[in-house]
């Protein structure tokens, strides 16, 4: 209910309660058309996202395709005790921590190169500059995890007949589990580090040209502008973005890593994610997957509200 | 928007620095990041041999198109082709229909439980079944394997309706609804009439958002299809070029007891070929993306700016 209403219902003075109850009445009939349009998004967000949710039942149950999710036992926690218990646990969580804290130490490359960018002077430059920048983000996950696969080839790759060249070694790259987490990352900052800049180019083109003229004329030098104007008026989006990449520590993609990994590589390459769509589709241990599933959406909902909560008490910008 | 005139102001010393060094550094990035696209490009022409020993560095050695030949006699890959050209128009077309009038009714002020619908869409933002309960959910509606599942799959991505949703608030005036619906134009009426053709910037890059989406999108088909015939272009993507599924890789094996020569440089060259054959590949199925880029670049980071106004 809204302000304007609530304020219309005061001075009316009615018996309050069957009067706004009449009124909304009214006022979703005479709504209806808007109601009608709605209708379809919500109820396809029903059946693909809130069913799911109330199937996430089956992780505290022991799941029998045959039984349905009625049918099948409760088991408690049962699942998630066997998950900790597993050999695999403290990898897996290792494995996606690591993926993910290694990711999130790239998160200020765009931010830099953002600033880079506002900062060049020549338009058709600055222009050529973004457009080479972003295109990679265009190229799907396959193409990406297919050149990378191409390059690294220990005979007939390009980062090999570079590193002869440049009189190292031939390797196998991708068949070194240590060499994992930075080819995942690296390869993912040249996809992606034009398109995340654009966020904070747009956030770049609201600073104050006073500000910066203001500097300027006490004598500040661009290095000095960038850093006292500009670093310190796109907080708020540097913020957000902190946030929300925080709150995804646990929730590294599944279609990169499963299309880099290999036998040779798992011990790196081995992560949440992967390991639910082992279990769970290609073994059938339907409650068990879903409980790690569950397990991992919780911990990432957590991390996200903490983040939140500092940020929000050290800079007063937050999500929610 | 408008750069102050740094002519006006004498440049120092260190801005001179900065600026070389900025320019130098671009300069650099830009080579590091085209240089995989490029390379990628000139070995697609190049003879497989010179590829594979490292000899294709500037420019396409021994061109010549038998990669592309072979691509082409890959029969799966027209078949990609094709479920892609069907299931990417139609799927955006569906994305389109859920996207753009849930944004337009969460629009309005006016609406009887705006607050409540805004939360019932932002909880799957953060919250969601998995992998396994929505496989089962998916399973129930009988929506594995079929010719739909590609398309009606992936429906709705709510972080674009709300970009669209705040476009609807902030570039359309509201005054027009009030003044068309003293007019007595209905809110069909309203939607479909004004709404839609005032916002065709922003229709235009939630198409291209979602299409680009779909159009690379393999792990839907990866959980929900197994038919080969149903299979998008990057599942069959990912079958050659990862899995070395090809039909020139495995030509002809069964018989390598012979030990004519002529025969074993044969199979050496079609194990090259294979090869050379990927960066073609790699080619003609980002081709589409990559010819249109630049013509529909501003769209997609008017989209991105748009959304980063209420994240």
């Known amino acids: ?320 | 928007m408008q750069k102050i005139k740094k002519s006006k102001i004498r440049q120092s010393k260190v801005d001179v620095v900065f600026d070389v060094f900025n320019t130098i550094i671009m300069i650099l990035l830009m080579f590091v990041i085209l240089y995989p696209l490029y390379f990628t490009v000139i070995a697609s022409f190049s003879d497989p041999y010179a590829v594979v020993n490292g000899k294709v560095v500037l420019w396409p050695v021994n061109p010549t198109l038998e990669p592309y030949q072979n691509v082409f006699k890959e029969n799966r890959i027209w078949i990609g082709y094709r479920n892609n050209m069907i299931n990417v128009p139609l799927g955006t077309l569906w994305n389109l229909i859920l996207t753009l009038p849930t944004a337009y009714v969460l629009s309005k002020k006016k609406l009887h439980g705006r607050a409540f619908f805004a939360t019932y869409f932002l909880i799957p933002m953060y919250f969601g079944g998995g992998l396994i309960p929505t496989y089962m959910q998916i399973k129930n509606m009988h929506l594995i394997n079929t010719p739909y599942t590609l398309i009606l799959l992936g429906g709705l991505s709510i972080y674009n309706m709300i970009v669209c949703r705040v476009y609807f608030q902030t570039s359309i005036p509201e005054d027009i609804y009030e003044s068309a619906t003293i007019d007595g134009a209905s809110d069909f009426r309203q939607f479909f009439q004004m709404a839609l053709p005032l916002a065709k910037p922003i229709i235009a890059v939630m198409a291209l958002f979602y299409a680009v989406g779909r159009w690379n999108d393999y792990f839907t088909a990866l959980i929900y299809i197994s038919d080969n015939n149903l299979q998008p272009l990057q599942i069959i993507l990912r079958g050659i070029l990862l899995l070395n599924q090809t039909a020139l890789a495995n030509l002809n094996t069964q018989n390598l007891g012979q030990d004519d020569i002529e025969y074993m440089l044969t199979l050496a060259r079609q194990v090259y070929m294979a090869e050379g054959m990927k960066y073609s590949l790699i080619f003609i199925s980002s081709a589409p993306l990559l010819i249109a880029y630049p013509f529909v670049q501003k769209y997609f980071v008017k989209g991105i700016m748009i959304g980063s106004l209420k994240g």
């Not at chain 1, 009445?25 to 799911?52: G, H, T």
């Not at chain 1, 060499?179 to 609201?206: D, E, M, R």
């Not at chain 1, 290095?223 to 989006?237: A, C, K, Y």
Request: hydrophobic share 50%.
């Open chain 1, 1 to 320: 209910m809204n302000a304007a209403a609530a304020k219309e219902n005061r001075v009316i003075n009615r018996p309050a309660r069957s009067a706004r109850w009449l009124r909304g009445l009214r006022r979703i009939l005479s709504d209806w058309q808007l109601y009608v349009l709605i209708a379809p998004a919500v109820i396809y967000i029903f059946l693909f996202n809130y069913m799911p949710m109330y199937g996430v039942q089956i992780a505290f149950r022991n799941f029998k395709p045959s039984k349905g999710i009625w049918g099948s036992p409760w088991v408690g926690l049962k699942y998630f005790e066997k998950f900790v218990k597993n050999p695999l646990f403290g990898r897996l969580i290792w494995n996606t921590m690591r993926i993910s804290l290694y990711s999130l130490a790239t998160f200020p490359l765009p931010i830099i190169l953002a600033l880079m960018i506002n900062e060049l002077d020549n338009q058709k430059f600055k222009k050529t500059v973004q457009m080479i920048t972003y295109a990679p983000h265009f190229l799907s996950t396959v193409v990406v995890c297919s050149m990378i696969t191409l390059f690294c080839n220990k005979d007939s790759g390009l980062f090999n007949h570079i590193a002869e060249a440049l009189g190292g070694q031939r390797t196998a790259f991708l068949e070194k589990a240590y060499l994992f987490t930075p080819i995942y990352v690296w390869s993912g900052v040249w996809q992606g580090i034009g398109w995340s800049s654009i966020l904070y180019i747009a956030a770049l083109a609201g600073v104050s040209p006073e500000l910066v003229e203001a500097a300027r004329i006490d004598g500040a030098n661009r290095f000095q502008i960038i850093l006292h104007v500009n670093v310190p008026s796109i907080m708020p989006t540097i913020v957000i973005t902190l946030i929300m990449s925080c709150g995804g520590i646990l929730s590294v993609g599944f279609e990169k890593v499963y299309l880099l990994q290999n036998k040779l590589n798992l011990d790196a390459s081995n992560i949440i994610a992967t390991y639910v769509y082992e279990l769970g589709l290609l073994n059938a241990q339907f409650s068990a997957s879903a409980a790690i599933g569950l397990f991992n959406t919780i911990v990432n909902i957590t991390l996200l509200l903490i983040v939140n909560a500092i940020a929000k008490r050290v800079s007063d910008i937050g999500l929610f």
